[in-house]
């Protein structure tokens, strides 16, 4: 919930409620629990205004099944809110051909690549990058061509990308820049992620 | 998703099994933003293992219809998940007589009282307690008890508290402590909170 004012209204010719609906690029990285859980928070909200919610999951694995994706499917088909489409690298992004055999890299490319075709038909209005942090990091993508498509994207599209090690340039050109810090975690006392809690 | 192993094995005559199933509480702090959305995108992932959730929103105002509550209640009423239960400080708790006016003092004290009683009875698997590290920051509510009650909490009841400035001594007794640090938010651009983002 935003707290206070803001503590300077800039002289950019907006109007406040054009100031306030412009499309945010947001991120939450560190190395804390809660950026995706947060993120996908934020797509309830998302859901809830009846915007088309796009979500790509950068994960490496088809192991990881996140409670998410069957919450948002079911809120996605019920009709009430926006609509949800759920693309997964993990079993092989659903409009790559399966005799393809992409390995990691080429799987990560072939994710932006669709994020892009979608950014320019405008066919969400929020899309969570999940974990696509991690493939700028290793330069599987490229940073700048990233950053370059986002600032320039058409329309009202607001995006999150959640991951460790989120570039510098990346959090230049966000709006909203969350570091998830740990200041405790389950694990240090020997406690291993238990379902419904880490997915 | 949880990341690597843990770095050691209490000694604590657990098995890994009864250790990693241990009831968490969960705390999310800081003054950035993703606290609450955070305890929502995990409500989803117990939705999704069938648990019973109640969210109980320490907030001071009616104004706040989050869209969290719309989906969670939603999901609720799926069938395909576990329950959901949404009490909400600010229209008044609606186990509270409308004609006893509380103030936010009373409110919040009578909202903690609802908790116990549920944890007592072992009414939920997941208890998002939304804004309720306020009125323990504000002394409306007694940490040492809240402490104590959370503590000695029988069953597996997983909980989480949200918000700003939480009690030292709360961090102390959690299992898990995030502190959501704002790194950049637009407020500071003098961009308003808007819907589908704060809300």
Same mark, same amino acid.
Request: charged content about 25%.
């Given at each position: 919930m935003p707290q206070g004012q803001p503590v300077s209204v800039p002289d950019d010719g907006l109007t406040t409620r054009q100031r306030r609906n412009r499309p945010?690029?947001?991120? %939450?990285?560190?190395?804390? *629990?809660? *950026?995706? $859980? +947060? =993120?996908?928070?934020? =797509?309830l909200r998302a859901w809830n205004q009846g915007w088309p919610v796009g979500v790509f999951q950068f994960v490496k694995s +088809? @192991?990881? *099944?996140?409670? /998410?994706e069957n919450a948002l499917k079911v809120l996605g088909a019920s009709g009430e809110g926006g609509s949800v489409v759920w693309h997964k690298m993990g /079993?092989?992004?659903s409009w790559v051909q399966r005799d393809q055999q992409l390995d990691n890299e080429a799987a990560a490319r072939e994710g932006w690549e669709q994020v892009k075709r979608d950014l320019a038909a405008e066919t969400h209005r929020l899309y969570v990058l999940d974990e696509f942090a991690y493939?700028? %990091?290793?330069?599987?993508v #490229? $940073? &700048?061509e990233v950053v370059e498509v986002l600032r320039d994207r058409p329309g009202s599209q607001h995006v999150v990308i959640t991951g460790r090690n989120a570039p510098a340039s990346?959090? #230049?050109? +966000? &709006?909203?820049? $969350? &570091?998830?810090? @740990?200041v @405790?975690?389950?694990? #240090? =006392?020997?406690? @291993?992620?238990?379902?419904?809690i880490e997915w």
């Amino acid at each position: 919930m935003p707290q206070g004012q803001p503590v300077s209204v800039p002289d950019d010719g907006l109007t406040t409620r054009q100031r306030r609906n412009r499309p945010l690029l947001m991120v %939450h990285t560190g190395i804390g *629990k809660g *950026k995706s $859980t +947060a =993120a996908f928070g934020l =797509a309830l909200r998302a859901w809830n205004q009846g915007w088309p919610v796009g979500v790509f999951q950068f994960v490496k694995s +088809a @192991k990881w *099944k996140v409670g /998410e994706e069957n919450a948002l499917k079911v809120l996605g088909a019920s009709g009430e809110g926006g609509s949800v489409v759920w693309h997964k690298m993990g /079993e092989g992004w659903s409009w790559v051909q399966r005799d393809q055999q992409l390995d990691n890299e080429a799987a990560a490319r072939e994710g932006w690549e669709q994020v892009k075709r979608d950014l320019a038909a405008e066919t969400h209005r929020l899309y969570v990058l999940d974990e696509f942090a991690y493939p700028m %990091h290793w330069g599987w993508v #490229d $940073t &700048d061509e990233v950053v370059e498509v986002l600032r320039d994207r058409p329309g009202s599209q607001h995006v999150v990308i959640t991951g460790r090690n989120a570039p510098a340039s990346l959090l #230049d050109a +966000a &709006d909203l820049v $969350t &570091d998830m810090s @740990k200041v @405790k975690h389950p694990m #240090d =006392a020997g406690q @291993k992620g238990q379902r419904g809690i880490e997915w």
